[in-house]
């Protein structure tokens, strides 16, 4: 599937169950543009989806790396998913990534051209957590 947003690679993942409550719609798949960073629904997922192609940056342990996708997706408006996100960050650092530093490398990242100010993010979401 390519991005409907810019055209690029996605990266399709099933949402495990415990995540599910976190996603807009209850969307059991969903993908994630490795070049806008945009979240959309998808029809299948991948076996092994290609979190890599995201960035170095990324994290590829589903166990981070789909909450990541999830807080990357859901930071576009972060007075609507305050609460989901907070417990988002909770899971990625849980599984042994710090997500404000892949925020920042993203951030830093020249092949992305996210679709929200992922700089900006870091820092409401570091005060969120104080």
Do not use: K, W
């Amino acid at each position: 599937m390519d991005c409907p947003d810019c055209g690029s690679e996605t990266a399709a993942f099933a949402v495990p169950e415990d995540l599910r409550e976190y996603v807009p719609g209850g969307e059991e798949t969903l993908a994630l543009c490795t070049h806008c960073l945009a979240l959309h629904p998808a029809e299948e997922p991948s076996d092994s989806p290609a979190f890599d192609h995201v960035s170095e940056a990324f994290p590829t342990n589903p166990d981070a790396a789909i909450p990541m996708a999830l807080v990357v997706g859901l930071s576009s408006s972060l007075a609507l998913y305050r609460s989901e996100l907070t417990e988002l960050l909770g899971h990625v650092e849980r599984a042994g990534v710090d997500p404000f530093l892949v925020l920042g490398r993203l951030a830093d990242d020249s092949g992305i051209d996210a679709t929200v100010d992922l700089r900006r993010r870091r820092h409401q979401l570091e005060q969120l957590l104080d």
